[in-house]
């Protein structure tokens, strides 16, 4: 294979992913409205298109129509960057993670992720922690107390479940022995899904996931009821539209990984046995992320409109009591598996 | 030859063109039209009191110093983690004195009371009768004057 014709699939790829994470994202807050609608027993957007598909592209219409206002004490520079920063982390994350096992197309061996890279747990877990600073910046850029309060609670919040999560993760390397995604991916060939083999870690990571994503119960960033929008109050236009769509492209990344790291990733236990022809098995396996990506998405869409929110020493005392020793524990729980049972 | 870095980098390239667009694209086709009144900062239709940058309690900083330091612990555990299947039982004794000592500092911070999130109890010595105490009105943050 030429130089020209990597570069050409790497631009190939990039371009698709990119492209269809947006058209994900912007899905998904119609599938949010909707499965909110039928929680709550009402209709739900059908005006737009037929039974309302078109909703979104409206509403970023609509967003890219209104007013930009930039406060009078905002510090403009910062005010601008924090939107930016908070949505090209969100959409950055995606390089590193797999989605299919290596496929022959057009007489080329295309590896279905974009860059294989051999620390890319370590990039992820980067690239989230930079996250924080998108909402932190938007907070203390706004010049409104909503803000400021919205944005520490967000970083306090965010920086106790990276713990939780760090250590989660800690559990799924002693079983892989690699940092690589695809390396993880086929560690847990079979049955030997990580869900089921370190249950109390996927637990933990969930919830850090959740936290992390400041997705209900954890949404107390934006608690409308005491802090307005939160970090967001004093945002319009497309930089509220960053803040809104990196909120659920960060969602659809931590899917990503808890199928990635939990859930065996494009696998599925034991289709090799059948015999079907490899281009067949692909295809399963691309349907196969594809199905556990959305079973998880539905899985935030459900919790968030099912339960209420926590209370702020709540959520702290979750984190750092119940979820930190946990994931230490799963830790020692996988290093004992992996003495006795030499896993 | 495009490495796998390589193509990290690009990818990021495209997401960070993507971004500038979305953000800068309206630019040239919403309205702007900014008043005074409209510049002002949003407080529930009052006018904006003082600063804007309030006190904030200091249990925030405290978390994020712990933070610091179990996030270190992270980074130290990842290497233990990745050659753990090769290296026996010493491995294993290394790790499990590593998270002993990680398991003590929490129980420091613990019984220090830096978890606790609602104020500690403060019983006054002397104690005249007048309101109870205010350990249940979630002061997490001082709005300052």
């Known amino acids: 294979m030429g130089i020209g014709e990597i570069i050409l699939i790497s631009l190939v790829k990039i371009l698709l992913i990119i492209s269809l994470l947006f058209l994900t994202v912007s899905y998904l807050t119609y599938f949010e409205r909707k499965i909110s609608a039928w929680v709550q027993n009402r209709i739900g957007p059908n005006r737009v298109g037929w039974k309302g598909l078109l909703q979104p592209?409206?509403?970023?219409?609509?967003?890219?129509?209104?007013?930009?206002?930039?406060?009078?004490?905002?510090?403009?520079?910062?005010?601008?960057?924090?939107?930016?920063?908070?949505?090209?982390?969100?959409?950055?994350?995606?390089?590193?993670?797999?989605?299919?096992?290596?496929?022959?197309?057009?007489?080329?061996d295309i590896p279905l992720v974009v860059a294989d890279v051999n620390m890319g747990v370590l990039f992820v877990l980067a690239l989230t922690s930079l996250s924080v600073y998108g909402l932190t910046l938007a907070g203390w850029?706004?010049?409104?107390?909503?803000?400021?309060?919205?944005?520490?609670?967000?970083?306090?919040?965010?920086?106790?479940?990276?713990?939780?999560?760090?250590?989660?993760?800690?559990?799924?390397?002693?079983?892989?022995?690699?940092?690589?995604p695809i390396a993880i991916v086929e560690s847990q060939s079979g049955w030997m899904w990580n869900a089921i083999v370190q249950p109390?870690?996927?637990?933990?990571?969930?919830?850090?996931?959740?936290?992390?994503?400041?997705?209900?119960?954890?949404?107390?960033?934006?608690?409308e009821p005491e802090l307005v929008g939160g970090f967001h109050t004093e945002y319009s236009s497309m930089k509220f539209a960053a803040?809104?769509?990196?909120?659920?492209?960060?969602?659809?990344?931590?899917?990503?990984l808890i199928v990635t790291?939990?859930?065996?990733?494009?696998?599925?236990?034991?289709?090799?046995?059948?015999?079907?022809?490899?281009?067949?098995?692909?295809l399963l396996q691309v349907g196969a992320f594809i199905f556990k990506l959305v079973a998880i998405l539905f899985f935030f869409l459900w919790v968030r409109w099912s339960l209420p929110r926590f209370r702020y020493d709540q959520l702290m005392n979750l984190g750092w009591k119940v979820m930190f020793p946990l994931s230490l524990i799963n830790i020692i729980w996988v290093a004992l598996l992996i003495m006795i049972f030499g896993l | 030859m495009l490495t796998e870095f390589g193509k990290v980098f690009a990818f990021i390239l495209t997401a960070?063109?993507?971004?500038?667009?979305?953000?800068?694209?309206?630019?040239?086709?919403?309205?702007?039209?900014?008043?005074?009144?409209?510049?002002t900062t949003y407080e529930c239709g009052e006018n904006?009191?003082?600063?804007?940058?309030?006190?904030?309690?200091?249990?925030?900083?405290?978390?994020?110093?712990?933070?610091?330091?179990?996030?270190?612990?992270?980074?130290?555990?990842?290497?233990?983690?990745?050659?753990?299947?090769?290296?026996?039982?010493?491995?294993?004794?290394v790790g499990a004195i590593f998270l002993i000592?990680?398991?003590?500092?929490?129980?420091?911070?613990?019984?220090?009371?830096?978890?606790?999130?609602?104020?500690?109890?403060?019983?006054?010595?002397?104690?005249?009768?007048?309101?109870?105490?205010?350990?249940?009105?979630?002061?997490?943050?001082?709005?300052?004057?």
Do not use: C
Not at chain 2, 16 to 39: D, G, N, Q
């Open chain 2, 48 to 93: 904006p009191e003082g600063s804007p940058w309030v006190k904030f309690n200091i249990r925030f900083y405290v978390v994020a110093l712990i933070f610091l330091i179990f996030d270190v612990e992270v980074v130290m555990l990842i290497p233990w983690a990745l050659v753990y299947q090769d290296s026996g039982m010493l491995g294993f004794l």
């Open chain 1, 243 to 256: 803040f809104f769509l990196s909120e659920y492209a960060n969602m659809i990344i931590a899917s990503g």
């Open chain 1, 57 to 108: 592209f409206a509403d970023v219409f609509k967003l890219m129509l209104k007013e930009d206002i930039v406060p009078e004490k905002a510090d403009r520079i910062i005010h601008l960057l924090a939107p930016m920063i908070a949505l090209f982390v969100a959409f950055s994350t995606f390089a590193v993670i797999p989605f299919g096992p290596e496929v022959h197309l057009f007489g080329y």
């Open chain 1, 261 to 282: 790291l939990y859930l065996g990733g494009w696998q599925i236990p034991y289709i090799d046995l059948l015999g079907l022809p490899s281009g067949l098995v692909a």
């Open chain 1, 200 to 223: 109390i870690g996927f637990i933990t990571f969930l919830v850090s996931a959740f936290a992390e994503t400041n997705r209900l119960p954890f949404d107390l960033p934006e608690a």
């Open chain 1, 141 to 180: 850029s706004s010049g409104s107390k909503y803000s400021l309060l919205g944005g520490i609670r967000s970083s306090a919040q965010m920086i106790s479940y990276e713990i939780s999560m760090g250590f989660s993760i800690g559990g799924v390397l002693l079983l892989s022995e690699s940092l690589r």
């Open chain 2, 101 to 145: 000592l990680l398991g003590l500092g929490m129980a420091y911070e613990w019984r220090k009371g830096d978890l606790e999130w609602a104020r500690p109890k403060i019983t006054p010595l002397v104690l005249t009768k007048t309101e109870p105490p205010e350990e249940k009105q979630e002061k997490e943050l001082n709005l300052g004057e």
């Open chain 2, 16 to 39: 960070v063109m993507f971004v500038l667009i979305a953000v800068f694209a309206a630019k040239l086709i919403r309205p702007a039209r900014p008043t005074k009144e409209k510049l």
